[in-house]
């Protein structure tokens, strides 16, 4: 196992956005104040053609975060090689300023599966997550972040609590996180946690970005209410809320706004942003005035 020491590059504490390409033309000709992008890594393993010509033009411009949904770092099987030698080409191609991963597998001997599975925390599942993502670090060259997970059940057999994984995780291989509040919110409200209690004990000195996105909401068999990660609407006032009191106790960090179903037109995208980067500002004026 190697812990990862080496140099990593930033993202602007900034509010930063999707990119999708229905977007493509009102970005490069409306030059929006957005800090940066970020574009799932799978949409652009392809060698060459329209989606790279577009990513070549805005990276031009802006900063890129790089987010994979497809590595299955928590699966009971080895890392694709494949998969990982095209993310290393994406990698140096674009140069992004971060990387990152979700918690989940989504991989079996049948093949892939559209999804993001959760796992059961337990020594057996820190030992094989700590070196699927050495191996990932390994072969990039550089720092990823780790994502908290959505969850929609919970496993018997866990013996390590959530937080305490991801951070055992980051301590023995260098890795930073990626704190989702939405994914907060949503595992909180499925398992009738407190999302408070658990951003106060996140180790926010660890996290290089933050993920906010809007949820869905139902009902589950018993009648009580269920949270769905949906990705479909605006950031929800409860979610939001949240955002600030990590923004109070992380200072202010760099803040992706999710929205990959049912997307908008890019007004109502930036509308999120410049929302995201008020927050971001009044963060920054109320520790200068605590300072002064």
Not at 42 to 64: F, Q, S
Not at 142 to 164: A, Q
């Amino acid at each position: 196992m190697h812990r990862f020491d080496g140099a990593a590059a930033h993202l602007p504490a900034r509010s930063g956005l999707g990119l999708k390409p229905e977007h493509y033309q009102a970005i490069f000709d409306g030059e929006p104040d957005v800090g940066f992008f970020e574009v799932h890594a799978e949409n652009y393993m392809g060698a060459g053609g329209p989606p790279h010509r577009w990513l070549e033009a805005i990276a031009e411009r802006y900063p890129l975060s790089l987010h994979g949904v497809a590595l299955s770092i928590g699966a009971a099987r080895p890392l694709d090689k494949a998969h990982l030698a095209r993310l290393k080409a994406l990698v140096e191609r674009y140069a992004p300023r971060s990387f990152s991963e979700h918690l989940a597998w989504s991989t079996h001997d049948l093949g892939f599966l559209n999804d993001l599975l959760p796992l059961p925390y337990t020594e057996e599942t820190l030992d094989r997550v700590s070196a699927h993502v050495d191996e990932t670090q390994q072969a990039l060259g550089r720092r990823m972040l780790i994502e908290n997970p959505s969850t929609y059940v919970l496993f018997e057999e866990s013996t390590i609590d959530e937080i305490d994984f991801l951070a055992a995780v980051s301590e023995r291989t260098g890795c930073g996180l990626l704190l989702d509040v939405n994914n907060v919110m949503v595992s909180a409200v499925n398992h009738g946690l407190d999302p408070l209690a658990y951003l106060d004990r996140f180790p926010v000195e660890r996290v290089g970005e933050i993920h906010l996105a809007g949820y869905d909401e139902t009902v589950d068999g018993a009648g009580e209410r269920l949270l769905i990660d949906a990705h479909a609407t605006a950031v929800r006032n409860d979610v939001f809320a949240l955002y600030e009191h990590v923004l109070r106790l992380a200072g202010p960090l760099p803040t992706l706004v999710e929205w990959d179903n049912d997307v908008p037109a890019f007004d109502v995208l930036y509308a999120e942003a410049r929302r995201v980067d008020a927050a971001l500002a009044a963060e920054t004026a109320r520790r200068n005035c605590r300072a002064a």
